[in-house]
């Protein structure tokens, strides 16, 4: 099995609220009904999730009224997200069901205490592919908070010990340093997680409500320990999602699991 994020910068174009980019996720959805692996899929918010909770602040937790609101509005839009998600595996030919980290998962104080592992297993079982996606959710400490989706795949590959982690990106994978500023940066094409986190302050990317690159690197570097492979790919450039589901090569960043 293996365990695949796609991320909301991806699917979504991040600039602008509430933009489904349709044809990328589309060839996504015919790569993976292609490769013909079971999986289990989680997507990003992108600009269905980010705007509004940066705006009230959600991931803070509650502090005032009118983050009532915005928690609200959150939610339903990264709902309608996950809808087109779906319509657009199903319209590849992929039976994918929804399950929402809004009732899936239980927080405190940001850090996961409860995930309802069991659905996924019996979704699995039956031949479906299991989605779940960055939401809101109650957190016992701060009343809500946001599960991200890097969240999901960590929680995810410590229970299922999936066969390897997928991060789809809006870059090619992981580099020396910052691409956004730095011309001269080169792709890391294979690495391990000690390697990494020493250039986890230069590979900063891009800081969001749920911490960008650098809280990527933690999220791999959790998996890592898991023993568990890591790979992060450009989900823009067509061919290269299907490749590495398939386990052939292309241009990527690998992570390896630990195999101390
Ligand atoms: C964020 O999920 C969820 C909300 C903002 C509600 P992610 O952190 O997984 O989303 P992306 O991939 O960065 O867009």
């Keep these: ?15 602008k609220e509430g933009s489904f980019r349709k044809k990328v996720m589309d060839n996504l959805s015919k790569e993976i009904k292609k490769a013909n692996k079971q999986i289990i899929l989680i997507h990003g918010a992108g ?9 009230y602040r959600l991931n803070e937790g509650f502090s005032r009224d009118e983050q009532i609101h915005g928690f609200s509005v959150t939610h339903e839009m990264v709902q309608r997200l996950n809808s087109m998600v779906l319509k657009s595996l199903q319209n590849n ?23 309802d592992y069991n659905v996924f297993e019996e979704y699995l079982k039956k031949q479906f592919t299991p989605v779940t996606f960055g939401d809101v959710v109650l957190d016992k400490k ?13 929680a995810l590959a410590n229970y299922f010990k999936p066969e390897k982690v997928i ?10 340093s910052n691409p956004k500023i730095d011309k001269n940066v080169k792709l890391i094409d294979s690495t391990t997680i000690d390697e990494l986190e020493r250039l986890k302050t230069l590979a900063d990317v891009h ?4 911490g960008g690159m650098s809280g990527k690197i933690e999220t791999i570097k959790n998996i890592s320990k898991l023993g568990i492979d890591t790979i992060l790919l450009n ?3 067509p061919d290269r999602l299907y490749k590495v589901l398939v386990g052939e090569d292309t241009k990527s960043t690998i992570v390896y699991g630990d195999k101390k």
């Excluded at 405190?108 to 409860?114: A, E, Q, R």
């Excluded at 991060?167 to 020396?176: K, S």
């Excluded at 800081?207 to 749920?210: I, K, L, N, R």
Aim: overall charge negative.
């Design 1 to 15: 099995m293996i365990i695949l994020k796609l991320g909301g910068s991806v699917i979504t174009d991040k600039t």
């Design 142 to 154: 701060l009343s809500f908070s946001i599960c991200s989706g890097d969240l999901l795949a960590m």
């Design 93 to 115: 030919g992929i039976p994918a069901v929804s399950i929402s980290p809004h009732s899936a998962v239980k927080l405190d104080d940001h850090k996961l205490v409860s995930m």
């Design 235 to 237: 989900g823009n450039k």
């Design 207 to 210: 800081a969001d409500v749920t």
């Design 167 to 176: 991060f789809a990106l809006d870059e090619d994978g992981i580099y020396t």
């Design 47 to 55: 600009s269905f999730g980010h705007i509004h909770a940066k705006k």
